[in-house]
């Protein structure tokens, strides 16, 4: 049955998916490329990398995924709605090969790129865009790609099956953050942990039967 699913969602330590202030020179404020270097060390990216469970994972990053959910902050940099070439960070082929709906307060029209993405613009809510997504991504599973204000949004609505946080070995400090009003979260899911040579630990939340 089609799910509902956060996957490779990188945070720091203290919960923050990205740092402050995004730009178009530095998409992930001043995080830079540090939420995502366990990433880049395996062997999908890299010849020789690590086979091991960051492999694991990355490898899946595309698995079983029919239709992708982002924010507008993961789409452009602050301001990209006033530029009308603005097409995402990707270039020509971005990595989702899928419909991929955009939840911004000021929609445009869509935009179908190479390799099977489709960039649709949605002002809509959480269970809203998830209905349009859900159509889309068939008995395929919708994935809720970030940033973590959307990630906490899909989370607080209850409408997130499995999720997926590859917590690295840093403290952020400021930025956007997941945990923010969810106390208690762990409740409705199980959660496990796994920790990898990186640094980074694996936690899976997976809905309670
Ligand atoms: N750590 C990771 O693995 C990871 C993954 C993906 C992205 N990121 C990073 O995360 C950062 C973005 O995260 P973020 O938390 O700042 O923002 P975000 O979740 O990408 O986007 C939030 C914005 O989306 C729009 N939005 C959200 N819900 C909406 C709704 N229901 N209807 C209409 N518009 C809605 C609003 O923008 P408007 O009001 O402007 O329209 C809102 O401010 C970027 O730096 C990105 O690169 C990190």
Do not use: C
């Not at 995402?88 to 190479?114: A, C, D, K």
Request: hydrophobic share 35%; proline share 6%; glycine share 14%.
């Amino acid at each position: 049955m089609s799910r509902v699913r956060v996957h490779n969602f990188a945070i720091s330590l203290d919960g923050f998916g990205s740092g402050e202030p995004q730009s178009l020179e530095a998409p992930f404020g001043h995080a830079g490329e540090r939420l995502h270097e366990w990433r880049f060390g395996t062997s999908s990216w890299k010849e020789g990398g690590s086979t091991g469970v960051d492999d694991l994972f990355e490898r899946r990053h595309n698995d079983g995924f029919g239709a992708e959910i982002m924010g507008s902050n993961k789409f452009g940099p602050p301001g990209w709605q006033d530029d009308s070439d603005w097409k995402g960070w990707w270039g020509p082929n971005p990595p989702f090969h899928t419909p991929t709906y955009v939840l911004t307060h000021r929609p445009r029209s869509s935009i179908e790129m190479e390799g099977g993405t489709t960039f649709h613009f949605l002002d809509a809510s959480p269970e809203e865009a998830l209905a349009v997504a859900r159509e889309a991504a068939g008995d395929l599973d919708v994935r809720i790609g970030g940033g973590a204000t959307v990630v906490r949004d899909y989370l607080a609505a209850g409408l997130v099956d499995h999720a997926h946080f590859a917590v690295t070995p840093i403290v952020l400090g400021r930025g956007s953050r997941v945990w923010d009003g969810l106390e208690g979260l762990e409740s409705s899911y199980d959660v496990e942990q796994v920790s990898a040579p990186s640094g980074v630990t694996h936690v899976t939340l997976t809905r309670k039967a």
